[in-house]
């Protein structure tokens, strides 16, 4: 391999991170952003810092109505940071959300090239990852910040699973490295709690010699960073593990409506052409053609899984990474907002950086089929661009062409609901 090339895709995959979001740096602050940043952020002292931690992220939403769900000191220690450095300026935040986003950008590169060998692969499965459009309200939106500081200790965890688990002796240490590495992102976003077990999975993929009994103890690691979380968490919130109240009521319309999500997000993550800042989305009351093609995906998905499993397949990776991160969040009974969110596909939308990887590294020896599937990433990658582009173009100039530009311009005159989600 040509010394050249690993700083190559290093820059490129930092590029396609980068300079489609440069723009976001003139944004103001909108929606949550107006009740998130403020003096409460300020930090002055050690007394500070624990009031920060001991604040649920949802208080600052000020509805006494609402039940406290969320508990991320990591997010509001990074914003107190910017309001040190940038005081009232959103420049100083956006620069810092752009700046998580490369950082994710780049260790998700660097995990999937350790889960597969392929660097070329990798960095073509997260160009992919980094242009997708769906990602512009968690990059832009400021308050979105938790969704790309979650995936950045997450992906980092995982990189540190593959790239040190397998050379380090003590089983008891394998994961070590990695259960470090996940706990800021446990407090960032509660979807790295249900993508905890992904590390677990990459170990037992990429050393091939592990004994269940061993990958056994060195999942320890990962369930104590796990037990610290939740022991926070419980100290904070109390016994208050789902939303006191759910968007959808009766138990049918719960369950129809969460499997018919996953039909609705599929089309977003795969052709994400038709993107709002918000999806009205109505209850399925009943059975209709929504909630059977989610059965269908729900079915094609375990059935993955399980074959995959059963073959220690790298394939079986990214199956689970979306199942994980993506089927909680499509469980009504978890949702405080909006039925239906683009920003919930942001660690979800990673299967599909990691899928190109593997299916890439899995292909025969053959230059032209290697260079086919090359040719076909490049070419959803070039998709997801222009899709992304006519999405930001929207904020070129007023007024905004769609819903999705009053978010990423930085207007404030379309509410999201304010779930903080």
């Not at 999806?279 to 269908?296: Q, Y």
Request: proline share 7%; aromatic share 10%; hydrophobic share 55%.
């Amino acid at each position: 391999m040509p010394r050249w090339l690993l700083p190559l895709l290093a820059f490129l995959v930092v590029a396609a991170a980068v300079l489609p979001y440069a723009r976001t740096l003139d944004y103001q602050f909108v929606w949550d952003d107006a009740y998130l940043i403020g003096p409460t952020l300020d930090v002055r002292g050690p007394a500070d810092v624990a009031r920060l931690w001991n604040t649920p992220f949802d208080q600052f939403l000020k509805d006494e109505a609402m039940t406290r769900n969320y508990f991320r000191p990591a997010v509001l220690y990074t914003l107190a940071m910017d309001r040190a450095s940038s005081g009232e300026n959103p420049r100083g935040f956006h620069l810092t959300n752009v700046a998580l986003y490369a950082a994710t950008c780049f260790f998700l590169w660097l995990f999937a090239w350790g889960l597969s060998g392929r660097p070329v692969a990798a960095a073509l499965g997260t160009i992919l990852f980094a242009l997708h459009p769906t990602h512009a309200e968690s990059v832009a939106f400021v308050s979105g910040r938790t969704d790309v500081q979650a995936a950045l200790f997450l992906f980092a965890a995982l990189w540190a699973a593959v790239r040190f688990g397998p050379s380090i002796a003590n089983p008891m240490w394998k994961l070590a490295p990695a259960a470090a590495l996940l706990l800021p992102g446990l407090f960032s976003k509660e979807v790295a709690l249900f993508g905890a077990p992904l590390l677990v999975l990459a170990l037992w993929l990429r050393d091939r010699k592990l004994a269940a009994g061993d990958l056994a103890r060195a999942s320890g690691a990962v369930v104590a960073a796990v037990a610290v979380y939740l022991v926070a968490r419980f100290s904070v919130l109390g016994s208050h593990p789902i939303p006191g109240l759910a968007p959808v009521e009766g138990a049918a319309a719960q369950l129809f409506t969460s499997v018919a999500l996953v039909a609705r997000y599929l089309p977003l993550l795969l052709v994400p052409v038709r993107l709002s800042a918000r999806h009205e989305i109505a209850p399925v009351e009943t059975p209709d053609l929504a909630f059977v093609a989610g059965a269908v995906a729900l079915v094609a998905l375990g059935a993955g899984l399980w074959i995959t499993l059963r073959r220690r397949s790298p394939w079986s990776l990214p199956l689970a990474l979306f199942a994980l991160t993506l089927l909680p969040v499509c469980y009504v009974k978890l949702l405080s907002g909006a039925l239906l969110a683009e920003r919930f596909l942001f660690v979800p939308s990673a299967a599909l950086a990691l899928a190109v990887t593997v299916g890439i590294a899995a292909l025969p020896g053959a230059a032209g089929a290697s260079a086919a599937a090359t040719a076909a990433a490049a070419a959803a990658a070039l998709a997801c661009a222009g899709w992304s582009y006519r999405r930001w173009r929207a904020t070129s100039s007023e007024p905004v062409a769609d819903e999705a530009g009053d978010l990423v311009g930085g207007r404030t005159d379309r509410d999201p609901g304010g779930t903080l989600a």
